[in-house]
């Protein structure tokens, strides 16, 4: 998924503004939920409202990402190390600040604010020292392949206005400027020995290959205009297509066409051999920073990988009993390789028979969700095939809906060939992508009357392992009865263990990407091109895939802890309103969250 506070935690978050300047500002919200309120309450509603204004400003694209769409003619220059450094300047004002409102009487609500505050301030100065800035690309995440995406207007940037077609062409006006950084950053990365692997550069040329074309008509960033709507008058359509046009053939084409050829002749050359981030100068300090981000625990690598494994024989044990149900008597650990070579799995013809399955499953969901939770989101879900750009190295994931209740959460499926579609995963791909995971929890968050940083942010670990946890619900549910279900089930959360044990043996442990592909191949049955695509994730987003199994595992404890401390007291949705009430918490604060719950309900 593509999370606001993620992209601010992961890339360093830079603003030229300065502190005063944003208190002097107008306070954007406060919880009007709250009858009386203290004047320190209110100086931490204003703080925390100017630090989300200060992100905002300065990652716009990531506020677009998060549903917030007030800055969505503005691209944001976080790489630029300039303007990195007086934004850690920035941070650490705003830190100080938080730390003397820290000592004064404060409501619970505030209390919580200022708790959440320092967290995030403090997880983001943790990475002061590295050199995110000089990593700005990649096969996962780059800029000019978002503002690509963006250009059906069909994802987080709307594009069906005027206003919003001039928004995205001045988007697109300030991309050159970006390209330009990107590439002097890389070649000082080139000279550290801050590079990406050799593998990585060769799979992200591709996609800056296909973004350069002969002419404006040909290019993906003119699909504006080939959509242009029938409803603009005839100046506004002629003035636009002049001006995206004149954009595309003078500056931006050359400027892709730039990007491109540094990064075949110039940067893949300087790549390195070595796969994990521990193969870069301070990258051993830099992962354990990472890992304490994305599990939000002070858990080593070490311990993580531990973890991994035994849930990855955990789960395999419950393969023994399931693998003759579904006519499988073999090893248990050869189970997802049998499944793999069954064609009975793998029935669709068509792109729209996969949606049209993911449409009847959510209908079903529909029906079965309220009994679980006392609260649903009021943003509807709707299912889309991702955009062919990206098919060859997405995967299925979800966007939030516009807070403004003008676009609805989406969830994209990535189908590149529908015969090799395999329907057992489905089920549990839904739950997590679509209903009851990210979209409980990430719509409702912005549904809540909640300041913007918490609104429109979150954490990886509650996030995914939210998503990862809702994907259980579905035993609750009955949608495991089928033997194929319930292996599609378990078999994704053997993925999420099995990325534990490959995530931390690339960072730390110094294993290759071969290996950590023959691993994936040999534990979950995957094909060398499955296998090697979700280890280039791995690689280029280290640590990001730690956060679904150790979040989901702690959910899943506290649930059980709740269930043995209540008794016949205990209430799934009530709980469920617990974990989801307050928005995403590091998981330290949603543990003593729930145990006040659990207090509270004897």
């Known amino acids: 998924m593509s999370l606001f506070s993620l992209r601010l935690l992961l890339a360093a978050l830079l603003v030229t503004v300065t502190l005063s300047d944003l208190m002097a500002a107008p306070a954007v919200i406060v919880d009007s939920t709250v009858a009386t309120t203290s004047r320190f309450d209110l100086q931490v509603d204003r703080l925390a409202s100017q630090y989300y204004l200060a992100q905002a400003r300065f990652d716009p694209l990531g506020a677009t990402g998060s549903g917030d ?58 990475f002061e020292r590295f050199p995110v800035h000089l990593l700005p690309i990649n096969q996962m995440d780059s800029m000019p392949v978002t503002l690509a995406n963006y250009a059906s207007g069909q994802g987080s940037q709307p594009l069906s206005t005027p206003t919003q077609y001039r928004a995205y062409l001045s988007r697109l006006k300030a991309l050159p400027a970006w390209i330009d950084q990107a590439i002097v950053n890389m070649r000082s990365g080139i000279e550290r020995g801050v590079v990406l692997p050799r593998a990585l550069v060769v799979s992200a040329l591709p996609q800056f290959r296909q973004l350069i074309s002969g002419s404006a008509d040909d290019s993906v960033f003119y699909t504006p205009i080939r959509n242009l709507p029938a409803n603009f008058s005839r100046d506004e359509q002629r003035s636009l297509t002049k001006a995206y046009r004149g954009l595309i053939d003078q500056r931006l084409t050359p400027s892709l066409a730039k990007l491109a050829n540094f990064l075949e002749n110039e940067y893949l050359p300087a790549a390195r051999s070595s796969s994990g981030w521990d193969g870069m100068p301070d990258g051993a300090a830099w992962y354990l920073a990472t890992v304490a981000q994305q599990t939000t625990t002070s858990l080593t690598p070490e311990q993580i990988h531990a973890t991994g494994l035994s849930e990855v024989a955990r789960i395999q044990t419950l393969f023994a009993t399931l693998g003759p149900a579904m006519g499988y008597t073999g090893a248990a650990a050869g189970l997802p390789v049998w499944v793999q070579a069954q064609d009975r799995f793998r029935s669709f013809a068509s792109e729209q028979e996969i949606l049209d399955s993911y449409r009847k499953l959510d209908a079903i969901l529909q029906a079965r969700l309220p009994a679980l939770f006392s609260t649903l989101p009021k943003s509807v879900l709707e299912i889309r095939p991702e955009p062919e750009l990206t098919r060859m190295t997405a995967s299925d994931h979800y966007t939030p809906p516009a807070a403004d209740g003008s676009r609805p959460g989406v969830f994209w499926a990535v189908v590149n060939d529908p015969r090799q579609y395999s329907s057992v995963g489905m089920t549990t791909l839904f739950l997590h992508e679509g209903l009851p995971g990210h979209h409980f929890q990430i719509a409702r968050a912005q549904e809540r009357t909640l300041p913007d940083f918490r609104k429109f942010g979150g954490n990886n670990a509650y996030v995914e392992g939210w998503a990862l946890y ?29 990325r534990l044990v490959v995530d931390t043996g690339l960072h730390s442990k110094g294993w290759t990407r071969e290996q950590a592909i023959q691993y994936l191949r040999d534990t979950l049955g995957y094909d060398e091109a499955t296998a090697r695509s979700a280890i280039e994730r791995y690689m280029a987003w280290p640590g990001q895939a730690l956060g679904y199994k150790i979040g989901s595992l702690k959910i899943m404890a506290l649930r059980q802890r709740a269930q043995v401390a209540l008794g016949e007291k205990f209430s799934l949705p009530a709980f469920h309103e617990t974990v989801l009430g307050d928005g995403a918490l590091p998981l330290i604060l949603l543990e003593a969250k729930v145990d006040r719950w659990i207090d509270a309900s004897r």
């Open 69 to 126: 769409n007030r800055f969505d003619d503005q691209l944001g220059m976080t790489i630029d190390p300039v303007m990195r450094a007086r934004h850690f300047a920035l941070l650490h004002q705003f830190q100080t600040t938080l730390h003397k409102l820290a000592q004064t009487t404060l409501s619970p609500r505030a209390r919580l604010n200022v708790d959440l505050l320092d967290y995030e301030l403090a997880d983001a100065l943790n």
């Open 470 to 498: 809702a994907e259980t619900l579905g035993k609750d549910m009955g949608l495991f009865d089928r033997p194929e279900a319930y292996f599609g089930h378990l078999n994704d959360e053997l993925l999420r263990a099995a």
